[in-house]
């Protein structure tokens, strides 16, 4: 061993001893804290009360990143709690979470950023399944993509939520970054890319520019594209990371998508409700309504929401499929479908639509940007 690296030893020695204690202190509490959510779940067991509380969770990660001094960055801290509350949930109940699968897809990536690792996941290969293996009660929670920020509303998932007895319980959104993916690496031999035509769409211009002689195929997801790739040389995919490595594909060209900033939002659907979060954490509730087939009627529909001082963060139309022009109107409002004044706003809107369902309160998505910082104490 040269002088130099004996010297940094040294130096390194004590702080690695320190961290040592300090990891087994850490060890201690967690116990402490897991024996606590193992009695959380004895008692919520008596009750058959929900085990899974995506507003209390929100608070702890919350409450977490403002007790930090900033070393550690707010992301960081979050990713530590999300795994922490996992493996604690586990001990109350084995959480079960139907996604859209293969593995590698990145419904998969926001299922484990929204549950943690301590989770069964169930793959399903089309959207309508995830619905389907909740409500027969297979799985205790599905996650669906609901909007990209390029391509828009995934149709599908909205059809979907028009049918459905289950409430979306929370939500969570994922960078998508794409690669072209094959076999070797190279596009030797390729004669066509399969992807989700959501993601052909992420990427179009860049197809265009690129490739623009290679026909498009669409799959059901990106994993399943993938798969396709890694059993046929003549194959190309467009996926992330994840299902590169899980069909051991190589990237020809990274980040292919059209926007940098391309994201994908989730939500989790359940049987069970939520309850209202505490502040600084807040809900929004989302709805689906049709309103009778006259003039101004959308806009008598909404005057409840600005009487009542609702805002409204997400107004979107999608055909009634009744050959008559008519819509549905999907609406997310800021605020819980149990506290009072949304209580008042609903009960007013409903009065004037033709059609109101009413999908579920959640807590929105919080984001850690670096100047993050509510106030919340541990
Ligand atoms: C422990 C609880 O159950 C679950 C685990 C949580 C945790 O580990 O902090 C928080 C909410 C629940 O999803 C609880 O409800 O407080």
């Given at each position: 061993m040269s002088q130099e690296s004996q010297s940094t030893d040294k130096e390194i020695q004590p702080l690695r001893e320190e961290i040592n204690q300090i990891d087994a202190r850490i060890v201690e509490l967690l116990d402490k804290r897991a024996k606590n959510a193992r009695k959380i779940g004895e008692i919520k067991g008596k009750t058959d009360s929900p085990v899974y509380r995506p507003e209390r969770e929100n608070e702890v990660i919350l409450m977490a990143v403002n007790h930090s001094d900033g070393t550690l960055k707010p992301e960081g801290i979050s990713s530590i709690f999300k795994e922490i509350m996992s493996a604690c949930r586990s001990l109350e109940k084995k959480t079960t979470v139907a996604f859209l699968g293969p593995r590698g897809t990145f419904?998969?990536?926001?299922?484990?950023?929204?549950?943690?690792?301590?989770?069964?996941?169930?793959?399903?290969?089309?959207?309508?399944?995830?619905?389907?293996?909740?409500?027969?009660?297979?799985?205790?929670?599905?996650?669906?993509?609901?909007?990209?920020?390029?391509?828009?509303?995934?149709?599908?998932?909205l059809d979907a939520l028009l049918r459905t007895s289950l409430s979306i319980i929370s939500e969570v959104s994922v960078?998508?970054?794409?690669?072209?993916?094959?076999?070797?690496?190279?596009?030797?031999?390729?004669?066509?890319?399969?992807?989700?035509?959501?993601?052909?769409?992420?990427?179009?211009?860049?197809?265009?520019?690129?490739?623009?002689d290679l026909p498009r195929m669409s799959a059901s997801s990106n994993g399943e594209?993938?798969?396709?790739?890694?059993?046929?040389?003549?194959?190309?995919?467009?996926?992330?990371e994840t299902a590169a490595e899980a069909f051991g594909l190589k990237p020809v060209f990274e980040h292919i998508q059209d926007d940098a900033g391309n994201r994908t939002r989730f939500v989790v659907l359940a049987k069970q409700g939520t309850e209202p979060s505490?502040?600084?954490?807040?809900?929004?509730?989302?709805?689906?309504?049709?309103?009778?087939?006259?003039?101004?009627?959308?806009?008598h529909a909404l005057k409840p929401l600005d009487y009542h001082n609702v805002s409204m963060t997400k107004f979107e139309s999608r055909p009634a499929r009744s050959g008559t022009w008519e819509y549905?109107?999907?609406?997310?409002?800021?605020?819980?479908?149990?506290?009072?004044?949304?209580?008042?706003?609903?009960?007013?809107?409903?009065?004037?639509?033709?059609?109101?369902?009413?999908l579920g309160s959640y807590p929105i998505e919080q984001d850690f940007g670096p100047k993050h910082n509510t106030g919340a104490k541990l």
């Open positions: 419904s998969e990536m926001a299922m484990f950023k929204q549950f943690g690792r301590s989770i069964q996941g169930i793959a399903c290969d089309q959207i309508e399944e995830v619905f389907r293996a909740v409500e027969a009660g297979t799985s205790q929670f599905g996650i669906v993509p609901m909007e990209n920020s390029t391509e828009g509303s995934v149709n599908r998932t960078p998508v970054h794409h690669n072209l993916l094959t076999k070797s690496g190279t596009l030797e031999g390729i004669t066509r890319i399969y992807s989700h035509p959501q993601s052909l769409g992420q990427c179009v211009g860049w197809l265009n520019s690129n490739v623009p594209a993938a798969k396709k790739a890694s059993e046929d040389p003549t194959i190309a995919a467009i996926a992330g505490k502040a600084p954490v807040k809900d929004k509730t989302s709805l689906i309504i049709s309103v009778p087939h006259k003039a101004g009627a959308i806009y549905y109107f999907y609406i997310d409002i800021e605020g819980h479908c149990k506290s009072p004044d949304i209580i008042r706003a609903l009960d007013d809107l409903k009065d004037e639509c033709a059609f109101f369902k009413n």
